[in-house]
């Protein structure tokens, strides 16, 4: 669970940082028609919308505010919507489901609570109330015995270390800036657990700049590949190409040095305070990316390892969040390397156990796209 610390970053992202964002175009009106207009107005991204009409939404935007509802209530597609009986294909447009109402409702009311409260900036959101539950609860929760009490708003910010210490301290936990500068090239192997009956046997080719993933279920493999500029992802025998946050992601993600490059990828960075991060005490940076995007990232105090990254995105109804942490980290080829990766977001969480992670040469073929 994110910490009070995290949760004050993200509303303060959601506030007044993201107000450049470029997924703010999301919420901009459309435009009003004009009598000499000659060009039709842009077509909704779906059928019988009604609070999200005129709202200047694409496909993509309505998909992250359906995500956002999800991930604050619990629930999944069939909680509002149905399917043919037929076909069995999903009918979005139908309101067969009270609770479809309801969601209307409910987005109307934050909006009302917003404009008359906040000056109409996206403060109270589902996930105000509902924190990942399908009804509100409005008895305060019980203490978890044995868990860690929380940090007071003294402590937190309370001799902070300088941020150019800090990251030097991440270099040379992370092995030293020479070990890293010599890293060449790096294979892993493990599985990835994303639920009961969904195992799927992961590797990772890498090598500076680069990066290659391939996933392999029952049903088959699904690849994607980062050759330093660009980058593609093959499902279902189909190969697409990665788009621009893809892209951006990947390439940090390829950066096997990345201690010595991290202001490279957020030209802004900024010590907040301190946080715990599963029990252990952390120091949090804020991060903007070249790109606009922002995350916090949290450095283990004693050991200054990076433990955790906590990306946001803006979407229609407010601000989403992902976490990944990192954690048993062993020495390879002079470099600490973790061998467990825990990835949460709005469509689930996965665990990633590494058996294998080794140095070693890398074949630029296997980078290049297959043809479709």
Avoid at 162 to 181: F, P, R, S, T
Avoid at 275 to 281: A, F, P, Q, R, T
Wanted: proline content about 7%; overall charge positive; charged content about 25%.
């Amino acid at each position: 669970m994110r910490s009070a610390l995290a949760l004050l970053a993200a509303v303060c992202l959601a506030t007044t940082c993201l107000a450049a964002a470029p997924q703010d175009k999301a919420a901009k009106p459309a435009p009003k028609a004009s009598a000499k207009a000659t060009k039709p107005e842009a077509k909704e991204p779906g059928k019988n919308l009604k609070v999200f009409k005129g709202q200047g939404l694409n496909d993509e935007s309505l998909d992250e505010a359906m995500d956002f509802m999800a991930a604050s209530l619990g629930v999944a597609c069939a909680h509002c919507h149905v399917r043919d009986e037929k076909t069995q294909a999903w009918v979005m447009d139908r309101d067969d489901r009270p609770a479809k109402q309801m969601a209307r409702q409910m987005i109307q009311m934050t909006r009302a609570l917003n404009k008359a409260h906040f000056k109409g900036e996206t403060v109270v959101t589902c996930a105000t109330c509902h924190h990942g539950s399908p009804k509100p609860e409005g008895i305060p929760p019980l203490p978890v015995p044995g868990a860690p009490r929380p940090m007071s708003a003294e402590d937190k910010v309370k001799n902070l270390p300088e941020l150019d210490a800090l990251l030097a301290k991440w270099v040379q936990a992370a092995g030293g800036a020479e070990a890293l500068g010599k890293v060449a090239g790096r294979l892993s192997k493990g599985t990835v657990e994303a639920g009961p009956g969904r195992t799927m046997q992961l590797e990772i080719a890498q090598k500076p700049g680069m990066r290659a993933v391939t996933q392999t279920t029952p049903r088959g493999a699904m690849k994607q590949a980062f050759d330093g500029t660009g980058g593609w992802t093959l499902r279902a025998g189909k190969t697409q190409p990665m788009d621009a946050k893809q892209i951006a992601q990947a390439r940090i993600d390829a950066d096997l040095a990345l201690p010595l490059h991290l202001k490279e990828h957020y030209p802004s960075l900024m010590v907040l305070g301190r946080e715990l991060v599963d029990g252990k005490e952390t120091f949090a940076v804020a991060a903007k990316a070249k790109d606009e995007s922002r995350l916090i990232l949290s450095f283990d105090a004693a050991t200054g390892l990076l433990v955790r990254r906590l990306s946001f995105v803006s979407t229609p109804l407010g601000i989403q969040s992902s976490e990944t942490t990192w954690s048993d980290f062993r020495p390879v080829d002079g470099v600490q390397v973790p061998f467990k990766v825990v990835n949460r977001n709005a469509h689930g969480a996965s665990v990633t156990t590494f058996s294998e992670i080794k140095a070693g040469p890398v074949d630029d073929a296997v980078f290049k796209a297959p043809a479709n």
